[in-house]
């Protein structure tokens, strides 16, 4: 398996983790007004920059 392809499922899990622990501390933390931040929308594009990356690398010679 390429690094782009054993990459993605590893960035999905780490994202969804950092996003989850955040969730749970701005539940926990009620009272302050700290604004969360974009981990979703970071995941989703650094995803999406692997399967660029890998659809690249797969269809050119240095795949083969």
């Not at 960035?11 to 701005?26: D, F, R, S």
Request: charged share 10%.
């Amino acid at each position: 398996m390429c690094m782009f392809c054993a990459a993605v499922p590893v960035v999905g899990a780490v994202g969804a983790k950092l996003n989850v622990e955040q969730n749970h501390k701005i539940a926990l933390d009620e009272d302050t007004l700290a604004s969360p931040k974009p981990i979703a929308v970071i995941t989703a594009s650094v995803v999406c920059l692997l399967l660029v990356g890998s659809l690249v690398y797969h269809t050119t010679m240095f795949g083969r």
